[in-house]
């Protein structure tokens, strides 16, 4: 089955967002089907006929997972290099240093962490990989951002995507595991929220700009979302130390969920929201000593915030990226490549950058101030919601991290004014595959997607009627 290309997903999108404003429960569900066979029946299909998977991310997550002790946060790209042999013609010549994140010449030599066993068995896993991308491919991934995953999903998850050696059966049944976390918190969310909410929240999941090609057929990557989605479920059941312990791992595992805790942080004096912190934090001091387990002992964790400071300082310069400081880096593309565009960002960016810090730590008073009297009147979910905003202002996200407010589109069936943020997602989503459909660079179409969320944040905050 073909992928559904950006008129589609925008014809598709903008009528969710006009059935959402309507009652109509059977269209509405016909349509998420519609969207969930349209957009993720390709990517599907070719995992379970032909073992087809992401190979590009499996090239990071498979060696920084399965060889974190000699690698840590930077030398992937380096030592990668090094053990393969790439043929001249395709052009690799630069590489990202990691430390810096310049693009440095491509000279790396074998390093004094491996001994003759594992780099023979790193060589071969290289080997291995080296045909499954084109050349022009792999000139892109020596130049992104590494292995970037918090050691506790190393300690756990990533010890079973790098058990075995690269091989293509190996990768298919990890990303069948992938989808399988889905199903089973999207199974759990129709049962606790009913079909149609399930449906309509992962409908507009598959439909989101940054879904695309990155929610099928990954290296155990939805793990955050599935903890997300069930710490909801869980939430509205009322299994309060079930839900904290749920979010607790999908902060682990990717870090910004912890802003979510903002919301129960105001409400301690309740019992039920005491043990939902109290959970969360068990889980983080747990999740941080098993972290803490990996060949690189403790010290992995300050290797792993030394990689993401240097990260984040860059990270809002790229083209794909959800948050305040991408919205505030852009500026006009006009004739320039991308390349050229993403160059005069990070010159301009400077001068910008105090601002831009004055403008975050202003709006995060503002959402915080806000938060406070959003709280009353809303339901439990709810409550954890509200943290969205600060998000926003205070991460800057990779495309396939945005997800988290299509899980808002559970509340369907407990709250109608949902529909209303669920229109507003789906006009979103619309607009953003226009601009992909008119041939909008990347960093306009992203600074569509960007305002659009900048207004939703606005939105979740307005205090409920009572």
Excluded at 185 to 200: E, M, N, P
Aim: overall charge positive; hydrophobic content about 55%; some cysteine.
């Amino acid at each position: 089955m073909p992928d559904a290309g950006p008129i589609l997903c925008a014809a598709l999108a903008l009528v969710g967002a006009a059935l959402l404003l309507t009652s109509r429960r059977r269209l509405l569900l016909a349509w998420a089907v519609l969207v969930l066979v349209a957009t993720l029946g390709g990517p599907t299909s070719r995992l379970v006929r032909g073992g087809q998977v992401r190979e590009y991310t499996f090239a990071h997550y498979h060696l920084g997972a399965r060889w974190f002790a000699e690698l840590g946060y930077t030398d992937l790209y380096g030592q990668t290099w090094a053990a393969g042999r790439w043929d001249p013609s395709w052009g690799i010549d630069r590489v990202r240093d990691l430390e810096t994140y310049e693009h440095v010449p491509a000279a790396a030599e074998r390093s004094g962490a491996w001994t003759d066993a594992t780099w023979d068995a790193f060589t071969a896993d290289v080997a291995a990989l080296q045909p499954r991308l084109p050349p022009d491919v792999w000139r892109s991934w020596f130049r992104d951002k590494g292995y970037n995953a918090t050691p506790a999903w190393t300690a756990t998850l990533g010890r079973l995507v790098g058990a075995r050696p690269a091989s293509g059966a190996w990768f298919a049944f990890l990303a069948s595991l992938d989808v399988l976390l889905l199903l089973v918190a999207l199974g759990v969310a129709a049962r606790t929220f009913g079909v149609l909410s399930a449906s309509l929240a992962a409908a507009w999941i598959a439909l989101f700009l940054g879904s695309a090609n990155n929610l099928i057929a990954g290296p155990l990557q939805v793990d955050w979302l599935a903890a997300a989605v069930l710490a909801l479920c869980a939430v509205h059941r009322e299994r309060w130390a079930t839900g904290g312990a749920l979010l607790g791992w999908a902060a682990l595992s990717r870090v910004f969920p912890l802003l979510l805790l903002a919301g129960p942080l105001l409400l301690l004096r309740a019992p039920r929201w005491r043990r939902f912190v109290g959970a969360f934090a068990a889980v983080i001091v747990a999740g941080v000593l098993i972290g803490s387990t990996t060949p690189r002992g403790p010290g992995a964790w300050g290797e792993f915030a030394q990689n993401i400071v240097v990260h984040s300082d860059r990270h809002h310069l790229g083209d794909q990226r959800v948050g305040l400081r991408p919205a505030l880096a852009w500026s006009p593309v006009g004739e320039r490549t991308d390349v050229e565009a993403r160059q005069a960002r990070a010159d301009s960016w400077p001068g910008r950058a105090p601002w831009a810090a004055l403008l975050a730590v202003l709006l995060g008073v503002g959402v915080l101030g806000a938060l406070r009297r959003a709280v009353p009147g809303r339901s439990s979910v709810a409550v954890l919601l509200l943290g969205l905003p600060l998000v926003f202002v205070a991460v800057t996200l990779s495309r396939y991290y945005a997800l988290l407010p299509g899980a808002a589109l559970l509340l369907l069936g407990t709250d109608p004014r949902v529909a209303r943020l669920g229109s507003a997602l789906c006009a979103l989503a619309g607009l953003a595959w226009l601009a992909v459909a008119a041939g909008w660079p990347d960093a306009t179409v992203w600074l569509v997607v960007n305002l659009g969320f900048g207004a939703l944040c606005v939105a979740v905050l307005i205090p409920p009627d009572r």
